[in-house]
């Protein structure tokens, strides 16, 4: 299963690159807007600041609703740097552009998708990824982890390869459940990532040997 962060802020990329587990950045416009990256330029400019940090792939997400300004931007945003995946929202025109950059060669992710048959359009328009936010249905009272494990099902039932990134991830355990869903990738904050670091019997268990050695000596 592939980690992404899911952040604009540089720093936390750094910190996740250098843990040696880091397979990729999502971001989105109000991460973008969080780090008070404004305007075109700077904002392309981050893209490819954030593509020279990782080595994976980092989704850049259009602005435009319409086929034309989505194209325009993709194509804009593909030929920033090699690593970038076209992040394209879950509309009619989003998925007519997905199915136009899958016949150009050119990445995708959808996003915004909270049902299983959104999820089966985006597969069939070629989507590299499809992004279902698990976290925003858990808060609507909806299990989102059932949201993943029935497009795996229907993933697999045809072999679509569309990969599953199970995204607004909140939590260590939305990370496992996913691992233990299928998910092909979770991109969650770095405090997600961090939190599957955690369990007291390893901070108790290493506190004693490191006692246990300082008495041997
Ligand atoms: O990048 C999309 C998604 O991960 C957003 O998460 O926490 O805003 O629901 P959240």
Do not use: W
């Amino acid at each position: 299963m592939k980690f992404f962060i899911d952040t604009a802020n540089l720093d936390q990329i750094r910190e996740a690159q250098n843990m040696g587990i880091l397979d990729g950045v999502t971001t989105n416009p109000s991460l973008m807007a969080k780090e008070k990256i404004t305007g075109r330029n700077n904002i392309l400019k981050h893209y490819v600041d954030i593509c020279n940090i990782v080595d994976g792939d980092v989704s850049a997400e259009v602005i435009a609703t319409d086929f034309e300004g989505m194209v325009k931007e993709g194509e804009e945003l593909a030929e920033l740097h090699d690593q970038i995946v076209v992040k394209i929202p879950m509309i009619k025109e989003g998925v007519k552009a997905i199915k136009y950059f899958t016949d150009h060669g050119i990445r995708t992710n959808c996003t915004l998708v909270f049902s299983a048959g959104q999820a089966l359009l985006a597969a069939k328009a070629g989507a590299t990824y499809v992004s279902p936010f698990i976290g925003r249905l858990d808060d609507i009272s909806t299990d989102g982890l059932e949201l993943i494990a029935d497009i795996r099902l229907i993933y697999d039932n045809f072999g679509f390869e569309t990969q599953i990134l199970a995204a607004s991830i909140r939590h260590t355990m939305h990370i496992v459940n996913c691992a233990k869903i299928g998910a092909d990738v979770i991109t969650g904050p770095l405090s997600s990532i961090e939190g599957l670091l955690k369990h007291p019997l390893t901070d108790s268990g290493l506190k004693q040997f490191l006692a246990d050695h300082k008495r041997g000596n």
